[in-house]
């Protein structure tokens, strides 16, 4: 009876610590969103040995989305390395970011809706969201990097749909005499010359170097439309519009604590940024711009709806999400730009480390300086190197890094010479690893 | 000591069933998405009176989004509704087919993970992902609207980018003299010319409505491209390519059954779609072309590439997992099409029965047709209503309407008469039942 008794009470107690936990501790039960949920976490942690990843659209191989593996990795788990594969440190691709949202992958995650914003209208005038301008505004002011107030905001497909539309919209907006002269500095970002000779405008024509224009008589009877790119891609150099009196369009994709100090907000007039540079996300194609005066404004804001009707909601929806996971922890120990400052700055001291062995090649001169977002003094740590065949032999020194088995982008894309190559630090730490390791062969 | 009994199996049996509740038939744990999830869902509770919605990245009352009211609704419920507003059957905002998503949250709800697809890259070429490719070939099969076989496709931000991207592509390729010509028939929808018009390129130049151009000598010395589109925007009706050797832009944006009957797969060279008019979703920007010559292709391909790099693969993932969602129940009873179809056609048809109770206002008159996809002759369900004012004195026929409390679009917008209004039909049922109030006060 006694021990009948203690069975039962030991039921009862049994009983009510599963009813407790099911109704009250529980989390609360997922509905529609729970499949979803199910599947990105299954493919998740599909393995792919650390030198590849799957996603939820990749090709599906045996009934599940397969590996993409990194350069030079292959097999279904990316477990095997082809050591004689050329090291790829071509493009700008800022996979350096990848590791420090797989660490935040709750605060990063989002759930879109299959009825999520379906209209072409969203909360604020031409396409943008709100809440996303908001904490954009935000982001700015406690980097410090750059001067919001008094700024209108425009949203684009990354940098790259944007440094047109400002072309077409400074070329337009007040009056001026039609075409506008559009000029860089040398070395410069490919396509400000790409996209204004291609898209071969009635409104806007490339007309060369910046320099041709110092003190030139053709710089008065012309609108001139001056690229700064500060940090400058591909050499990493603190840059300054050159022409008086010429418009600038401000490409500050750089200007981050990742890649530099940085030193003070910047406040032209017109401001480019783009997130592939910032969270990393080069794939979700989303940029913003800076702008000062309302004629350029409006004019940027009619090219966007005549182009594409803005950038796309799902986009900005993920961006919100990231953006505010980066704010919450930003300013504290590895944030954002304490993660991505770290792998830059250590890429950059092993890549001279390697380099200064011999006087075949030599990098980009780079200094430390005092970051106010640090608040300390910090070392150089770009997103390129820009690599000099020292050797009057090496005449084409992308054509010798390729004997080496390394591939960059020479300078001549950036209309630059022969002798320089720019190297990419951004990408993967299995491309950054390999470059590291033809770039030690080639030197030694 | 029986009733004792009697507990204590009671207690077992109880044990046993939560025992296998939480072991065995409980689904699995979350991880770092059930955040994501649980927020998604929150939001999709917030109450809005069945007259708006809330999205995660509304504008914040009161620490949660707030509810983003239909048109003439107001309050934080969105529950007042204001009778003396306008109806808005302005754009062509897709919002019919909300309702069909709602109904289907658990199969299109996606995931994204903070460090999806980061990449420029992606598993196709041209940033596109393999997979969505094959599920849009699927999907125009299932439909038998369209011949993907030995087609190209590329991908953009909607169909806006293509259009121009294709006037741009079209022009440049097959090395023809410049500036080529690009025309349309009236009535045409307006981005066509103010595309043209507004990018000001040497490659093409607006050249006014397509009849101009028949058995002209102009035609034959100039390379002329021709929007095409079927069913036409506004009018709803087929059209087809009037000149005879010129390059065709085929805009099929509603070649889908909600619209029209699929009386046989489209072939031309070159089609264009959209997934606002297919799914739903203006607000991604998503589009397609279909190319059939390669150079026109690889012209294209370029125009995406120095535009904006690709349509963004955040809005690929989305749009593979609502194909998906779309594919799994075609054909079958309430499908998409059929929704679609039911929607549109009940739509049309109660707004004939009021504009037909007079003889003050006309519709474009339409019958019914065989439909291949639902093997049988279906009624029409248009996307606009295009309504002309019969009285002389109604001489512009959107003052009329705006008199009348309804905001259309007038006739001229799409180099049409003032006699002619487009009415928006595929908007939410708010704004619908709106349109149909205020016309049957007008036609009383």
Not at 271 to 298: P, Q
Not at 362 to 382: A, E, G, I, V
Request: net charge negative; glycine share 6%.
């Amino acid at each position: 009876m006694a021990e009948s008794q203690l069975i039962q009470k030991i039921g009862f107690v049994l009983l009510l610590w599963f009813f407790s936990y099911n109704l009250v501790s529980a989390k609360p039960e997922l509905g529609w969103s729970r499949k979803a949920a199910a599947e990105a976490e299954a493919i998740a942690l599909i393995y792919c040995s650390g030198h590849g990843q799957a996603y939820i659209d990749g090709n599906i191989v045996d009934g599940r989305p397969s590996c993409e593996c990194n350069t030079c990795y292959g097999a279904p788990d990316c477990s095997i390395f082809f050591s004689n594969c050329t090291a790829n440190a071509e493009s700008g691709d800022p996979l350096f970011l990848e590791p420090y949202w797989e660490e935040h992958a709750a605060s990063s995650a989002v759930v879109v809706a299959g009825w999520h914003r379906m209209s072409y209208s969203t909360t604020g005038e031409n396409y943008i969201t709100i809440e996303l301008e908001r904490h954009i505004r935000m982001l700015h002011f406690a980097v410090g990097n750059a001067v919001t107030d008094g700024r209108f905001i425009v949203f684009g497909a990354g940098s790259t749909q944007l440094l047109y539309a400002l072309v077409h919209a400074l070329a337009i907006s007040h009056n001026s005499s039609l075409p506008a002269s559009v000029v860089a500095s040398v070395p410069y970002y490919a396509p400000y010359r790409g996209q204004t000779e291609f898209f071969d405008s009635k409104v806007a024509e490339w007309r060369g170097v910046t320099s041709e224009w110092v003190n030139s008589s053709k710089a008065s009877s012309n609108k001139v439309i001056e690229f700064v790119t500060s940090p400058n891609n591909p050499d990493g150099l603190i840059t300054q519009s050159v022409l008086n009196g010429s418009s600038s369009i401000h490409d500050h994709a750089y200007y981050w604590p990742h890649f530099t100090a940085i030193t003070a907000p910047a406040d032209e007039d017109v401001m480019i940024f783009t997130t592939s540079k910032l969270t990393g996300h080069a794939g979700s194609r989303f940029g913003w711009a800076l702008i000062k005066d309302e004629s350029v404004y409006n004019a940027t804001v009619t090219y966007m709806e005549m182009n594409t009707m803005g950038a796309s909601r799902d986009t900005q929806l993920r961006m919100l999400k990231l953006y505010k996971a980066m704010l919450a922890e930003i300013q504290r120990e590895g944030d954002i730009f304490a993660f991505g400052y770290k792998t830059m700055r250590e890429r950059w001291s092993k890549l001279n480390q390697v380099v200064s062995r011999s006087k075949r090649f030599s990098l980009q001169k780079m200094t430390s300086q005092y970051c106010n977002y640090f608040n300390t003094t910090r070392d150089p740590s770009p997103a390129y190197g820009w690599l000099k065949c020292e050797r009057e032999v090496d005449r084409d020194c992308d054509a010798v890094l390729r004997a080496g088995g390394i591939s960059g982008r020479s300078g001549t894309i950036f209309s630059g010479d022969q002798k320089h190559v720019r190297l990419s630090l951004i990408k993967s730490q299995d491309d950054f690893d390999q470059l590291l390791t033809k770039m030690a062969a080639l030197v030694s």
